[in-house]
């Protein structure tokens, strides 16, 4: 193990789910303990082993919470070595001490000596922990990837103005120099705020600015086709200071507008919808198809919009495709507030 080698943080030990881990499988491996040759097993046995492994995961369990942020200054992979002894350690301490108040009380619930006792306790510790601690550096590896891989979808995004848009454009601004100089100072203005948009570093926005920039791409588009595109709108419930990723719809639109409407002699109506339920936010794209099906392209613009609301939102989030009646639907749900990403 290269001891500087590339850092991996440590999980959040306050975290329920972890602390939970922690908890549950230090009382299931105290009883699969009593299962051992030579062991005396009976309902006081498998009550104290479990009240024994319960405080121990406990006291554990915060100490970790609360000396996380110390250890995870600590370079390389020595978070994790430190976070294994000082469990270790205060496992074994935790024992001593209990052992000692069962023995200078009287009480006599634990009948083996305190060497045999604290090397029972601490080898069962060390194997566990190091097996648990294996588990979650494994888990923090995927999920690093994964967050990789969505973030690299996400710049993919980001830096992504198709080329055909710009070209288009350009010239319906050059055709409305001479006609409608007014017209093409506004979509030179609003191809600028696009562009913009594009090479923020920034990954997130307001669901406003996310619309405001749809409009203005919308905008270009409705210079370009004229009156062949329709566009009805109804996004008014929905929560403009709401944070999104900031190419949220844009890859739904583009896709409506070239495969749907631009395939059409006679256009259509683009609908965008949107609205405030119970269990969150929904947003639709709906337009009609061609009588003839436009080519289609690789289809990674639609997945990498399923993979960003995933690494967003979580698996609350979904992104359904319908085709029915001649129409072609995408409809986003996601929360209507952030849940814990990890």
């Known amino acids: 193990m290269n001891l500087r080698g590339p850092r991996q943080p440590l999980?959040?030990?306050?975290?329920?789910?972890?602390?939970?881990?922690?908890?549950?499988?230090?009382?299931?491996?105290?009883?699969?303990?009593?299962?051992?040759?030579?062991?005396?097993?009976?309902?006081?046995?498998?009550?104290?082993?479990?009240?024994?492994?319960?405080?121990?995961?406990?006291?554990?369990?915060?100490?970790?919470?609360?000396?996380?942020?110390?250890?995870?200054?600590?370079?390389?992979?020595?978070?994790?070595?430190?976070?294994?002894?000082?469990?270790?350690?205060?496992?074994?301490?935790?024992?001593?001490?209990?052992?000692?108040?069962?023995?200078?009380?009287?009480?006599?619930?634990?009948?083996?000596?305190?060497?045999?006792?604290?090397?029972?306790?601490?080898?069962?510790?060390?194997?566990?922990?190091?097996?648990?601690?294996?588990?979650?550096?494994?888990?923090?590896?995927?999920r690093s990837r994964r967050e990789a891989l969505a973030l690299a979808q996400l710049d993919a995004l980001q830096t992504r103005i198709e080329p055909h848009f710009l070209f288009n454009s350009l010239n319906t601004v050059a055709a409305l120099l001479r006609v409608a100089p007014d017209r093409a100072e506004q979509a030179l203005v609003s191809l600028s705020e696009i562009l913009r948009a594009a090479l923020d570093e920034s990954s997130e926005s307001t669901l406003g600015e996310v619309l405001q920039r749809l409009d203005d791409y919308l905008a270009i588009e409705q210079l370009r086709l004229g009156e062949r595109l329709q566009i009805a709108r109804d996004l008014d419930d929905l929560p403009k200071e709401r944070v999104v990723p900031r190419w949220l719809l844009q890859p739904l639109v583009e896709n409506a507008l070239r495969h749907g409407i631009a395939a059409r002699v006679e256009g259509g109506v683009l609908e965008i919808r949107g609205r405030r339920g119970v269990k969150g936010l929904e947003i639709s794209v709906r337009n009609p198809l061609p009588e003839i099906p436009a080519s289609h392209g690789s289809g990674h613009g639609l997945t990498n919009v399923e993979s960003l609301i995933r690494y967003h939102f979580g698996h609350q989030a979904s992104l359904s495709i319908t085709h029915d009646d001649g129409y072609w639907q995408a409809t986003l749900r996601f929360p209507d507030a952030y849940p814990h990403r990890r």
Not at 55 to 73: E, F, T
Not at 105 to 132: D, E, K, N
């Open 11 to 142: 999980p959040d030990f306050c975290a329920p789910l972890v602390f939970g881990a922690f908890f549950a499988v230090s009382i299931l491996v105290s009883w699969v303990m009593l299962l051992a040759p030579g062991h005396r097993i009976d309902v006081q046995d498998w009550g104290l082993a479990g009240l024994l492994a319960a405080w121990l995961a406990i006291i554990g369990g915060v100490v970790l919470c609360k000396a996380r942020p110390v250890l995870q200054k600590l370079p390389g992979v020595w978070p994790w070595i430190a976070a294994w002894l000082l469990l270790i350690t205060v496992t074994i301490a935790t024992t001593a001490v209990i052992w000692h108040f069962d023995y200078v009380l009287g009480i006599q619930l634990i009948g083996s000596r305190r060497g045999r006792f604290l090397l029972g306790i601490g080898g069962a510790a060390t194997l566990v922990s190091a097996a648990m601690f294996r588990y979650l550096w494994v888990l923090g590896e995927w």
